[in-house]
């Protein structure tokens, strides 16, 4: 039961922490607030927000193997496969926004200027429904820990 309250500690914490990391490029991402140091922390929190995503698999994939129930009953558990398919939409609309940081941090390095006001609102706009889509994967899991749905 430990190891249980444990890895369900661990992947709340890791859940938490990429929460509000996408939650500061939300706020930071804004062409009324950009300059070169909001470009370069939105690369640092954009960073803090990959590695936690990770921590949010795998210690999601540690709850499933090494947990009570049972990998046999996560994995035929239909809402297991929504969360994973969130979770994967959210890892594919953060690609665009990770490479757009990258890419307005080496334009700062090479001497050019901020980006373009266009460049941040698509940029915005992708990091909002990455945030959007986010809390859906909680409601999932709430459904999932009590067992409905199978």
Known sequence: MTLEALLAY????????????????????????????VV??????DLIYGVSAAAVLLTGLARIYFGVKGSGWYWSHPLLHLKLTLFVVIGGLSIQPT????????????????PSPEAVRRTR?????????LPLIPLAAVFLARGLGT
């Open 10 to 37: 661990a992947h709340i914490l890791a859940f938490l922490t990429m929460v509000v990391f996408l939650a500061s490029e939300a706020a930071l991402c804004r062409m009324e607030w950009l300059n070169e140091a």
């Open 40 to 45: 370069r922390r939105l690369g640092r929190l």
């Open 99 to 114: 490479r757009s940081f990258i890419r307005w941090r080496r334009t700062l390095d090479a001497g050019g200027g901020l």
């Open 125 to 133: 706009r992708l990091v909002m429904w990455q945030a959007h889509l």
